[in-house]
């Protein structure tokens, strides 16, 4: 069965094109109709719906590449959170990727496959208990990201707060502040920004066993295969 608020999360997290942006008002409805969300987050989360699904497309893409594409604290790759740049993050990449291929999916982006909007596309067609424990084991992750939207007052800020809901756990606040410790990127220093990405290479290693416990706990659970998945505009390829 899908689990359509996770289609529907995937979807608000992506890069805003035209041609999903009609589809805001349906989206909206389904996240207005999950019980597992409260009603102060479903509240919450109007004004982000109200400005992708009537608000001007370029101002709500330049929001969100200053946002996620200029921060690599805000980073929606998970993995960047759990160990940067190092040859760990290649190896646990390309773990995940042979889980999605195993579950018979097959992500129909150029974005890498610990991006936040691809892994809840994933876990929308899977079962609820495995779908729970992942997001338990990305929820200090989750949680960090929209402590720091909601720094900044940021409309994405519930979305985080809905994914953290959805885990139904108590977030390990001390891994959360550690995360929260290190300092926010500047968006607007491009050049800064341009020596930190310069820097960062993604080394894809060989073993895919290799990497942290946190991420080999993050895809625990997602082994079981599935029949069919039909691509959702959330994976779509990112045009401007």
């Not at 035209?18 to 919450?44: H, K, N």
């Not at 899977?126 to 200090?140: I, Y």
């Not at 139904?168 to 968006?187: K, T």
């Amino acid at each position: 069965m899908m689990d359509r608020t996770l289609k529907a999360l995937s979807l608000l997290l992506s890069y805003p094109t035209a041609e999903w942006q009609a589809a805001v008002p349906e989206v909206g409805a389904v996240i207005r109709a999950d019980p597992r969300l409260s009603t102060d987050l479903r509240d919450a989360l109007c004004p982000l719906l109200a400005r992708l699904g009537q608000g001007d497309i370029y101002d709500a893409q330049e929001d969100y590449v200053m946002l996620f594409d200029r921060s690599r604290t805000l980073s929606l790759n998970l993995f960047e959170h759990v160990h940067g740049e190092s040859r760990d993050r290649g190896s646990a990449m390309v773990s995940l990727m042979e889980t999605y291929r195993a579950a018979g999916f097959e992500p129909a982006t150029t974005e890498l496959p610990d991006h936040l909007p691809v892994l809840l596309e994933y876990l929308a067609t899977r079962p609820e208990a495995e779908v729970t424990e992942t997001l338990r084991d990305a929820a200090h992750i989750l949680a960090a990201i929209g402590a720091r939207l909601a720094r900044r007052e940021s409309a994405y800020a519930p979305l985080f707060d809905g994914l953290v809901q959805l885990a139904d756990v108590q977030v390990d606040s001390a891994a959360v502040a550690e995360l929260l410790d290190q300092p926010d990127d500047d968006p607007t220093d491009l050049e800064a920004l341009d020596a930190v990405w310069e820097e960062a290479e993604v080394t894809f290693g060989p073993d895919p066993n290799a990497g942290c416990p946190q991420v080999r706990d993050m895809l625990a659970g997602m082994d079981k295969p599935i029949r069919e998945f039909e691509p959702s505009p959330a994976t779509l390829n990112r045009s401007a």
